[in-house]
């Protein structure tokens, strides 16, 4: 995990934390070594102590300086938890901080927002676990954290990850279209679809609808998306018309708007909020 540092309102990364340093005259004047070579072998906390110390600071004690005047840190975690992906501000590094949920969701909503496709996102996730340069025109800090925490973060019940929101895109599609299809219940006491649902006639047991929708979608679990588990696949369906039973249906509210995240492969932008 890198390490980071608080300055002038912003967050440095240790490399540049280093170089601002190492420019200022008190530490030059307390490690004279620094001009032959020796820079490596201080490490900088060290040049930051000095650095306080020398303007009448407590090294030990933080609340003595003020950020603004002197580096503050460093800190773990890329500064800890934020809503955002945080980078250096000067060399632009990706800090490695854990997101919150609401970042996490940002994360996702940029991608959404994106024109970037998926073919060239991926990539350039793979890009950025290989510690390769992103292009410029990548949504690069949204990548980057994607690629360094992708699955791991997702024990945050009920986040997706990227993949997963791609592969249950479409079998969510037709999971909410069959949502609509009115069901009766048969002399046998199961519920039964009442008009023709995509290539399944009239009288078809739902659960062997569902059971069809697994056999198509291996990330896909019908118990999971009554759940609500994949909501925010549909990236603005409504998370809480989740269940399939006959007392929900009818109730549906919002008519969902235009503009899809993935069509045919591509993500497709969908309307900006202004
Ligand atoms: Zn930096």
Redesign the pocket.
């Given at each position: 995990m890198p390490e980071c540092y608080i300055f002038a309102a912003d967050v440095?990364?240790e490399?540049?934390t280093r170089n601002h340093l190492m420019e200022q005259d008190e530490v030059m004047i307390a490690f004279p070594d620094l001009m032959g070579g020796g820079a490596h072998l201080i490490r900088t906390e060290d040049m930051l102590a000095e650095l306080v110390r020398a303007n009448g600071c407590d090294p030990e004690n933080p609340a003595t300086w003020d950020s603004g005047d002197y580096p503050k840190g460093p800190e773990a975690d890329g500064g800890g938890e934020a809503d955002s992906p945080q980078n250096?501000?000067?060399?632009?590094?990706f800090l490695e901080n854990p997101l919150t949920s609401d970042g996490y969701e940002y994360v996702l909503e940029q991608v959404r927002m994106s024109d970037v496709s998926v073919e060239v996102l991926l990539a350039d996730v793979t890009r950025s676990k290989a510690g390769l340069k992103l292009p410029d025109d990548s949504i690069a800090a949204m990548v980057e954290w994607l690629a360094f925490y992708g699955d791991d973060d997702m024990n945050r019940e009920p986040r997706l990850t990227l993949n997963q929101v791609i592969a249950l895109e479409p079998i969510m599609k037709r999971w909410d279209a069959l949502r609509d299809v009115p069901t009766i219940e048969a002399a046998s006491g199961a519920s039964v679809i009442d008009i023709d649902f995509e290539d399944f006639p009239k009288g078809t047991d739902i659960e062997d609808i569902w059971h069809a929708f697994e056999a198509d979608c291996p990330e896909f679990s019908a118990g999971e998306a009554m759940q609500g588990r994949y909501a925010g696949v549909l990236a603005d369906s409504d998370p809480y018309q989740v269940a399939l039973d006959g007392r929900n249906r009818g109730r549906r509210g919002n008519r969902r708007r235009p503009g899809r995240m993935v069509d045919g492969g591509r993500l497709v932008s969908r309307p900006r909020q202004s």
């Open positions: 440095y990364c490399d540049c250096c501000c000067v060399c632009g590094a």
